[in-house]
């Protein structure tokens, strides 16, 4: 299942997913993603994830795969998790894709939306 999160601004994006998310689900989620970036040529999401997802649930792996194809569409992307296993898989697929992604422990979700909403440029944000 998911639910849309309230992210009080147009070109930001959240999403909470807990067990199963049924194909037709995750293709409404990435439908809302394009829009958002066909609106505004870019989106910021957040993704709070609970556990690990089951099998049925569209993988990281595949939300990854979206994002490359979006990569530069795409401006920030947090993961918001209590799961080791999610932490290691967005820390490596950020080494791997040219966009920025984090992740956050369900704790730091505060920091999490406020890094997501924050517009200076990377370089800017680490300075």
């Known amino acids: 299942m998911y639910r849309r999160l309230d992210s009080g601004e147009d070109d930001v994006l959240g999403y909470e997913v807990e067990d199963t998310i049924p194909h037709d689900d995750f ?4 439908d809302e993603v394009r829009e958002v970036i ?3 040529g870019a989106a910021r999401l957040l993704v709070r994830i609970h556990g690990r997802p089951s099998t049925e649930t569209p ?3 595949e939300r990854l795969r979206f994002a490359k194809e979006h990569l530069h569409d ?11 296993i999610i932490r290691f898989l967005t820390t490596l697929a950020d080494a791997f894709v040219d966009m920025d992604l984090r992740f956050f ?3 730091q979700e505060d ?11 990377p370089q800017e ?3």
């Open 105 to 107: 422990e369900l704790d």
């Open 38 to 40: 066909r609106r505004y």
């Open 125 to 127: 944000a680490s300075a």
């Open 74 to 84: 795409i401006e920030r992307y947090a993961v918001v998790g209590d799961d080791r």
């Open 59 to 61: 993988t990281l792996e």
């Open 111 to 121: 920091a999490a939306w406020a890094w997501v909403r924050d517009k200076s440029t």
């Open 27 to 30: 293709e409404e989620i990435l």
